[in-house]
């Protein structure tokens, strides 16, 4: 049905706007995701990250545009229909349930699996790539930061989606998890899922080494490699005033980001 | 030969295990040996009870257990689903009215109860599923979905409140307004008590007698324990993620809106066995059943208990009625000692009594085999 769509296309969005009250969360979004294809959106609080995430998950519905995956237009579909259809995802959030035990948060996104499968050998073939392993009957609310965050992940996982959506996966996050958790996105993607990540550390960008998405007050601000973005002037302008590039190479956090596009 | 014994009880072992697994899991209190065995002790108990209870006590000790239904039917749908209904009185009431008129209407003809005994569960299952088709899938929530169901019945006691009249027959069933099904006049019939089986193999349940107390003991038992192998599945699982976050679970794949509707449905189904069971108790029912007491006092029933237990619900549901009743006889004033009481509870163990009690008991058992250890 799109026209525009080339025949390996995942994911295609078009002219997706969402307004709440008078304010455009995410206003006339294209975005378009080769399968295998591995993507960072970048950009401060408020761009409309999350409110994308939400849109192509289906969690709140857009007020024009389309969402179109795997040539399906989905942009009506619940949210459990897209999931089935294999988009998998984990909100910034909204990880795992904090009151519950690992085992039982693994065992809702596996809930779709065939009976007679053992539930606690996929949980832990799951669960062991993610440094959970043996963790099972420990309550959500007791691990980690970064546990509870791989935990998502590995829930996002058991879905056995062809498009992941992974919104600010290392928020929390010392360097060497977040360096684990980029190794982990990546050998996902090198195995043929296609990955959407947004991110705001910029070290955590670098060591990905995908193509980047700039969103800016709800729109796509720019789109290229690393390089290409670096070098664009506008987004230049707006993350870092007139700063040098190689703050945007910092590892900075969000709040960075905001006060330097709200003073630029 | 020696051999194929050893495995044969190896294989019944494993079984047994397999069932006490299934009924045990994540989601409910008791799953030691010990709970087991204390919960056989207290099945036979209540079997055995017709030995050492008065005619009148064993009559009580039945309208408990019918309240027992009640509570089982509010805990799944609010501790394990996060929906408070306070409208169960109004699936109770709905399934006990179409169970009594069907039943006036059928008993002579038919010479049993089957056929009213399907309307007086169907019935709350329809309206469960209207009102949960427009609750659910116009995604209300939460606090609105307790006054939409208080709504509801509230609707249905105003109604049936003003049937008094003459012209307020459903065939021979007269809805008698405020006095509800029952002989209150010569020429009024009441509702039958259930009567089961076909043509001359017919088994009567009358309330003050044996077969009653034994069917009602009986389906509480497969209820609570049917409920327990439900919360226990990994459908279970699924509905305690519902109560954590719906929206979450919905981006796992579930269809919350159905899995919701389905969940309220069983509800009302359990909440009408309370009511077809209560006019079979009886031979009576009023529009009292719909009312604001009926409706509240589940939901302090299974807050007292634990609401995310079966057991907690179950057991605080008994305790209450028989506290309440105990102190009615003592005192006029009694209901200040029981008003007491409850706040305490809802204060000092916000999760319920049992709940809370069962959960400090783990702890320290698991503690002192640490020290064990």
């Known amino acids: 049905m799109m026209a525009t769509a080339s025949p390996d296309s995942l994911l295609e969005v078009r002219g997706l706007s969402k307004a709440f009250g008078g304010v455009r969360a995410t206003n006339d979004i294209n975005l378009s995701l080769r399968s295998g294809e591995l993507r960072c959106i970048i950009g401060p609080n408020g761009a409309g990250k999350s409110t994308l995430f939400k849109l192509l998950m289906g969690m709140i519905m857009p007020d024009s545009g389309t969402v179109v995956f795997e040539g399906k237009d989905v942009t009506r579909a619940q949210p459990h229909r897209r999931a089935r259809m294999g988009i998998g995802i984990k909100l910034q959030n909204m990880g795992a349930y904090p009151n519950l035990t690992v085992r039982h948060n693994m065992l809702v996104p596996l809930h779709h699996e065939r009976a007679g499968q053992d539930p606690d050998l996929q949980i832990r073939q799951l669960l062991q790539p993610l440094r959970l392993d043996g963790k099972s009957d420990r309550l959500v609310s007791s691990l980690a930061h970064g546990e509870r965050q791989w935990l998502a992940i590995g829930m996002a996982l058991a879905m056995r989606p062809r498009l992941l959506l992974l919104d600010e996966p290392t928020a929390g996050m010392d360097p060497e998890e977040t360096h684990a958790t980029c190794e982990l996105i990546r050998s996902l993607n090198a195995e043929g899922m296609t990955v959407l990540v947004t991110e705001h550390d910029m070290a955590f960008v670098r060591q990905l080494q995908s193509r980047i998405t700039v969103m800016h007050f709800g729109a796509v601000l720019a789109e290229g490699s690393l390089v290409d973005i670096e070098q664009h002037a506008e987004v230049r302008r707006i993350y870092l005033g007139h700063g040098t590039p190689r703050r945007l190479l910092q590892p900075r956090g969000a709040r960075d980001l905001r006060s330097s596009a709200e003073n630029g | ?373």
């Open chain 2, 1 to 373: 030969m020696d051999y194929s014994h050893k495995v044969t009880m190896i294989r019944l072992r494993r079984h047994a295990s397999r069932v006490r697994m299934a009924l045990s899991g994540q989601q409910e209190l008791g799953r030691s040996a010990g709970f087991w065995f204390a919960f056989a002790v207290v099945v036979v108990g209540c079997f055995a009870a017709p030995m050492f209870l008065s005619r009148w006590q064993l009559l009580n000790f039945s309208n408990f257990l019918i309240n027992g239904f009640l509570a089982l039917s509010l805990c799944l749908i609010w501790g394990f689903c996060g929906i408070l209904s306070l409208g169960q009185g109004a699936f109770m009431g709905l399934a006990g009215y179409a169970y009594g008129v069907a039943g006036i209407n059928l008993m002579e003809q038919n010479g049993n109860t089957d056929l009213a005994l399907v309307i007086g569960l169907i019935t709350p299952v329809l309206l469960a599923a209207v009102l949960g088709s427009i609750m659910f899938y116009a995604r209300v929530q939460g606090v609105y979905v307790a006054i939409l169901t208080l709504l509801v019945t509230l609707l249905f006691e105003t109604f049936l409140n003003q049937t008094a009249g003459e012209g307020w027959f459903v065939g021979k069933a007269h809805l008698g307004g405020n006095n509800g099904l029952g002989r209150f006049a010569a020429d009024i019939r009441e509702p039958p008590s259930l009567a089961l089986g076909f043509g001359d193999s017919v088994m009567e349940f009358g309330g003050r007698s044996y077969a009653f107390f034994y069917m009602t003991m009986s389906l509480l038992l497969v209820t609570y324990l049917g409920l327990r192998w439900l919360v226990n599945s990994r459908f279970g699982s699924v509905l305690v993620a519902i109560r954590e976050d719906a929206d979450r679970t919905q981006a796992f794949g579930h269809d919350v809106r159905l899995i919701q509707l389905l969940v309220f449905c069983l509800s009302a189904l359990i909440a009408g066995l309370s009511g077809i069971l209560y006019v079979s108790w009886g031979n009576f029912i009023t529009p009292d059943v719909f009312g604001v007491y009926n409706n509240i006092l589940p939901v302090i029933w299974v807050a007292f208990g634990g609401r995310k237990s079966l057991t907690a619900s179950l057991g605080g549901t008994m305790f209450l009625v028989w506290l309440s009743q105990a102190l009615a006889i003592q005192s006029d004033y009694a209901f200040i000692v029981l008003g007491v009481i409850l706040i305490a509870v809802m204060m000092l163990l916000p999760e319920g009594a049992i709940s809370e009690i069962a959960d400090l008991i783990d702890r320290w058992s698991r503690r002192s085999a640490r020290v064990v250890e």
